[in-house]
């Protein structure tokens, strides 16, 4: 697991064994506030150990910016702490928590400890969290899930954008629309760094370049997925498209955004097929309307 120190009170850990997943660690002057959780229980425990080391006090709060495991798995390893997140995370871990977390234990034995936690307080669209000398604005940041909330410390200027960036957007259970949304208010904070949910941390230097690739890749992914429905060509027909022709790299995440970029295009390309039947079946019906009034 990688330890990065951005600033004196904030520190990055990313997964050495899960898609270069992070979780922060922001020091205050009244406790300790984590920002996500990393997926295994041993790497958790190794940022409860960094904490306790730095004897700057106690954990008082562990933010979940949304519901998804190799996010919130770690959660329970800090008891003292409340749980904050989004109402809908709230609503979809209470739904599907267990169930995932059950199969996933029947894949790693390691995960057999863990239990999940749900947000006792809720975000619904803005919050601010004062504690000691820190500021630590949430905010509602839809697109790669409904619940996703990022973090903005005001005194670091540094964005905990949790998976509303990543190397490449990914949006199989979002929406690519509300995505964008949520990369343009990303802009309109000053920032010195950014922490992805997934890969590096970017500096204030790259972080608008970075924004901009990925609202241009979502753009053009919106349209050559309806584009094709409308054409009527298959959906494989788009998967032979390099995803260099979409402004993208295929190195970063160990190659692994080729695969997120595929996941992509079936998820939008059936979604559009389900909606232009609708579209379909609306104006059938209402031809069927106008003609019985006929």
């Known amino acids: 697991m990688l330890r990065e120190r951005l600033t004196e009170d904030i520190y990055v850990f990313t997964s050495s064994r899960y898609v270069e997943v992070t979780a922060t660690v922001i020091f205050t002057q ?20 960094f904490i306790e080391r730095a004897q700057r006090g106690d954990v008082r709060y562990v933010i979940l910016s949304h519901s998804h495991a190799d996010h919130v798995y770690g959660a329970y390893q800090f008891p003292e702490a409340e749980v904050v997140g989004h109402r809908k995370c709230y609503e979809l871990l209470l739904r599907y928590g267990n169930k995932g977390l059950q199969e996933a234990q029947k894949a790693e034995p390691e995960l057999n400890e863990v239990v999940l936690r749900h947000p006792a307080l809720w975000v619904e669209d803005n919050a601010a969290l004062h504690l000691g000398n820190k500021t630590i604005t949430l905010f509602h940041s839809p697109g790669h899930t409904p619940d996703l909330i990022a973090a903005y410390i005001e005194e670091e200027r540094t964005m905990l954008a949790s998976d509303t960036m990543m190397p490449i957007p990914y949006i199989v259970d979002g929406d690519p629309e509300d995505l964008i949304r949520s990369l343009e208010t990303l802009k309109q904070y000053p920032m010195e760094h950014l922490v992805q949910g997934h890969g590096e941390v970017l500096l204030r230097g790259e972080i608008e370049e970075q924004i901009d690739s990925n609202i241009a890749y979502l753009e053009k992914l919106i349209h050559t997925v309806r584009e094709a429905v409308r054409e ?33 295009v079936v998820s939008l390309y059936e979604r559009e097929l389900q909606r232009l039947k609708r579209a379909r079946q609306k104006r059938r019906k209402a031809s069927s309307k106008a003609k019985a009034a006929a």
């Not at 009244?30 to 150990?49: C, H």
């Open 232 to 264: 009527g060509r298959p959906v494989q027909e788009l998967l032979r498209i390099p995803l260099e022709d979409f402004g993208k790299s295929r190195v970063p995440l160990e190659g692994l955004v080729v695969h997120l970029h595929r996941a992509n």
């Open 30 to 49: 009244r406790g300790v506030v984590v920002f996500d959780t990393l997926p295994f229980p041993s790497e958790t425990r190794e940022m409860r150990r």
